[in-house]
Each structure stands twice: as C-alpha cells, then as structure tokens.
C-alpha cells in the first residue's frame, strides 16, 4: 500500500565491567531469604513444640492427643512458610534495589566504582528506613540511620568488589588485545602459572 517501512533499532549500551545483573541477583537473594525467613522461624518454634509436648504428656485421650499435634504442626508449617515467603520478599526487593540503583548509577557515570555502590547501599537502607512501622520522627531517624550506615558498610564492600573485579579482568585480554571469556582467561592465567613453577 503506499506506507513507508520504519526500522527500529535498538542500542543497548556495552555493559560495564563489574556491574552484577540485578535479575539474577533478585533471584538469588529471594531463595536466600526463603531459607533464612523459614529456618528462624523454624528455630523459634522449637520452644512451642515443647510447650505442646507438656500438654501431651497431661492428656489421657488419644483422640486429643492427636488433635493437639495435628493443630501443632499446622501452626508450626503456617509459621515457617510465612517466614519463607516474608524473608523472601525482604531479602529480594532489598538486592533488586541495591543492584538496581548500582547498575544505573553505573549506566549514567560511565563507571563502575566504588562510590555506585556506596550510593546504592545508602539509598536502599535509607529506603528500607522509611518503610519500617513508627511515627514520622522514627521513620526519618531511620533514614538518616540507613544513609550513614550503608554508606559505612557499602565503602569497604565496594572496595573489596571493585578490587576482585580488577583481578579477574587482569590478563583477559589476549596477546592480539582481543578479549577472552572470563573461563578462558583464567585457564590460560593457570596454565601460565604452571609453565613459570616448571
């Protein structure tokens, strides 16, 4: 028909060297939460596990005895998964935000330092701050809290990040200056390695 064509063409942005992708890592830190929310949470309930078995022991009838485990391990399943799922929602929005925040500081400075993650961790703590329950004045403590803290936390993390990413890129590039993949490089560094202890 008489319509032009238009290309759309889309340019993504080289990534740079040291930024972590964030979906990855959200996904990581949701299990990993899930395992620390359901294994506290499993922990907790051993005192009210205890609590139930002295209940037993005082109760002559099986039909109640039964009764009460039955109700005990609902309880103690219900708690648990909650712990799971509330640990995992934590854990994962807190690691989708600080490598979120990180990767975008990196996008718009064009590098890669320490002072993206600093800006990161203390703009996810002072997040999780202001969402934490309590008055307005207990809420603005926290972020203030949250600023100082992440960026005292974040500065030697970001250094020590910032350092092991030097490392492995150390030796990436081939004799001809074209870039090896990250398992590549590091075989030929350890075939090197052995070569100069022969």
């Known amino acids: ?14 990534k740079i060297a040291g930024t972590v992708n964030w979906g990855t890592a959200t996904v ?14 499993a922990a907790a309930s051993v005192s009210k596990d205890a609590e139930v078995m002295l209940k037993l022991g005082s109760t002559p ?7 009460l485990m039955r109700d005990a391990m609902e309880k103690r399943f219900i708690r648990v998964t909650r712990g799971s799922i509330v640990g995992g929602v934590r854990l994962g929005m807190f690691t989708a935000e600080f490598y ?10 064009g590098v890669h330092g320490i002072y993206n993650v600093v800006g990161a961790g203390s703009a996810t703590a002072a997040t999780f701050g202001l969402i934490m329950p309590g008055s307005l004045r207990w809420r603005a403590r ?4 949250g600023l100082v803290m992440g960026a005292a936390f974040c500065f ?3 250094w020590i990040h910032l350092k092991l990413v030097e490392k492995a ?3 990436s590039l081939g004799e001809r200056g074209e870039a090896k993949s990250g398992v590549g490089a590091t075989i030929e560094r350890l075939e090197g390695n052995l070569k100069k202890k022969i």
């Open 169 to 171: 890129n150390e030796g």
């Open 100 to 109: 979120g925040l990180q990767n975008l500081l990196a996008e718009k400075l």
């Open 142 to 145: 926290n972020v203030l809290l």
């Open 1 to 14: 028909m008489g319509g032009t064509e238009e290309t759309v063409s889309t340019q993504y942005a080289p």
């Open 156 to 158: 030697p993390l970001g």
């Open 61 to 67: 009838d099986k039909r109640e005895q039964h009764r």
């Open 28 to 41: 990581v830190g949701v299990f990993a939460g899930m395992l620390y929310g359901g294994s506290k949470e």
